[in-house]
């Protein structure tokens, strides 16, 4: 097996059909990915000119939150949002409470290819806990 080296230019061999461009050296988002783990833990960066991390959750008004602009990586991707984020957190059970979570969810099936906040709403309970992240 050779050694994955990126990035390098490439130069285009052909042209298919519909007149794009076929390159010597492709290389898809994987290459990149996994070498951006190396240098980046997940997670969210700090911001700059407040010195606090971004995708700070805070409560709004009724059943929202609201989530502060930020930038993150998960696995080699890099996600930012420059504005304020509003998230509806699903309606409370009438007996018991809930721990509900906020992430980053990171989704690379095809139609999809992205990172998005997203609402874990937990399981009531008398003693409730957090819902468990899925990391797969």
Known sequence: MSMKSYPFDSEITGYEA???PIYDRA??????ANWMKHYF???VFME????TPG?????DSGMNVIVSAGACEIQGRFAYDENVTALTIPAADTTYDRIDTVALRLNLENDVR????VVIPGTPASLPVAPALTRN
């Open 18 to 20: 519909d007149g794009s």
């Open 27 to 32: 290389a898809d988002s994987a290459v990149l």
């Open 41 to 43: 833990s997940d997670g």
């Open 48 to 51: 700059q000119a407040s010195q």
């Open 55 to 59: 995708f700070q959750v805070l409560a």
């Open 114 to 117: 992205n990172i998005q906040l």
